[in-house]
């Protein structure tokens, strides 16, 4: 099925492109989610993985980093093995936001967009993530931490320096 | 994980499954499940959209267009397939609803959007959630599949012959402007996710191209119940030309806060001080921000008014996505206007100018206000910007930065002008750092 002789990205993923360019009405739908799952498994939007996508969808390379550049979730640059992205928009702000977001510059000595030195974190401030109830929120990579105190964040990275944390997938 | 939280007065339709482990489809079918869109079937397309229609139900993506005469705008014949896209890219600050409808009762989404694929006779529909939302893509890719292996999904659905329906379901990257209607479409199709010209509308010229109807998640998720119940006794829940009930996001300043289901016209007032239980450590009420942060923010003795489209713009408001953030008198409207536009000029895709501009401009100024370098004049200067972006953009999104850019100022003027005075409260940890130079901001006085 695959047009690609020997893909960069492990079987299940270049399985799962493979359905992926098949599933919808013009194959360059596709284009968003794959680029989320090369993100995924390689940590970044790596130049291999835009030229593999632009050859999955029949695309030019240009094409793939048009659509790369405009999502703010989507990178080229490889971020910390844990993505820390607090929140500071207006809910999360009235409860806290900017106060964790500091506490965690502090923490774990990097600014935003930083990567600690032996790349376990990184750290974001990011715009509304949806959490607005239960703020102030983080997410790690793609999973919530809600209702935040200092010292909920700081169980919060333990946990995922100790490896009890969720990875990626 | 999100705390589930209730009140006395709630009235539960889209919440009544809510913690009752409905994402499971066996328990979904037990609490009456699948059965509208069967009745649908069965039905047909014009008793569906008459009794959308009837129901009075407006869509609760922040717009309150009837979905009833949405769903009726699809021409009846099509040389292109027809599609139905729900927008899950709930993107709102101050906006958590569908995160929790995906996450405790996804099937009621992928149940109504096969009813909406019936009343306009579309065979495909796409539930679009936003890229952060990866947790509740994965549960709503088990529902889809549960659904299909059921052959609920699939061809010849609840087999009936010739009656077909898929579902294609993905995530989005991180865009604000995704959330609009005609940049969804565009990122569906790969494209970076700028809106398109209108007319044509979507409903005549939509995704690749054919008819499509594109629903909020919580709009859909109503359309099951809406049939089951009947049209008139959801309208009945509301209020006058707006039915049923909503899910309320009460977020900030109160001691309780949540998504509510309360009926549409329920006071603001009892949602804030008896549904949320008051303002937070019992301090004194602020402002609030009714619908989302696009929506002029009302002052506190402004609060006594019915939350449904209508009653909220009749207060010089929006009821917008539902949202309520709520301020209590700590809070500095300065800082608070700077974090408002912060936000969309960060998520102003710069398609058009007046939007890219516009909110670059008032950022700037107001960052160089919060900073202490503000004159008497920027006030004006920023309603006069915010004036000039009102309606001279393709989407929405100019306009969700000016209006309660206007707000503020038109609410608030006193306090920016003793902040030039020095009565200042400024956040101790707000560092937005200007865009581009100082001085081209004007800050060279």
Known sequence: ?169 | MPQLVSHPDEVKVVSRRFGQGAAEIDKYIELDGYKAVQMGIEQGPEWIVNTMKASGLRGRGGAGFPTGMKWSFVPKTSDKPKYVLVNGDESEPGTCKDHVIFLHDPHAVIEGTMIAGLAIGAKMGFIYLRGEYRYLLKIVEKAVADAYAKGFLGKNIFGKQGVDFDIITQTGAGAYEVGEESALMESLEGKRGVPRIKPPFPAVVGLYGGPTVINNAETIANAPHILLMGGEAYAKLGSERNGGTRLFGISGHVERPGVYELPMGYSLRKAIYEVAGGIKDGKKLKAVVPGGSSCPVLKADEIDCGLDFDQMAKAGTMLGSGGIVVLDESVSMVEFALRTIAFYQHESCGWCIPCREGTDWLKKTLTRFHAGGGNKKDIDNIQYLAENMMGRTFCPLGDAAAMPTLGFIKKFRSEFEEYLEGVRVEHPLIHIKPVGELAMAGAGH
């Not at chain 1, 690609?4 to 399985?15: G, K, L």
């Not at chain 1, 990011?126 to 964040?153: R, S």
């Open chain 1, 1 to 169: 099925m695959s047009t690609i002789a020997s893909s960069i990205f492990t079987p299940d993923t270049a399985a799962r492109f493979d359905k992926l360019a098949t599933i919808y009405p013009l194959k360059r739908s596709a284009l968003i989610p794959m680029l989320l799952y090369a993100q995924d498994e390689i940590g970044f939007v790596s130049d291999a993985a835009v030229a593999e996508i632009s050859q999955r969808l029949d695309l030019l390379e240009l094409d793939v980093r048009n659509v790369l550049s405009y999502y703010s979730m989507l990178r080229t640059v490889p971020a910390g093995k844990y993505n820390v992205q607090v929140c500071t928009n207006i809910s999360c702000m009235l409860r806290g936001g900017y106060e964790l977001l500091d506490h965690c510059k502090n923490k774990l000595g990097i600014g935003h967009k930083g990567v600690t030195p032996d790349g376990l974190f990184s750290l974001e401030e990011v715009e509304c993530i949806g959490a607005c109830c239960w703020a102030p929120a983080v997410q790690v990579n793609y999973d919530f931490h809600d209702d935040l105190t200092p010292a909920k964040m700081d169980a919060v990275l333990a946990d995922y320096a100790a490896g009890r944390g969720k990875d990626v997938k």
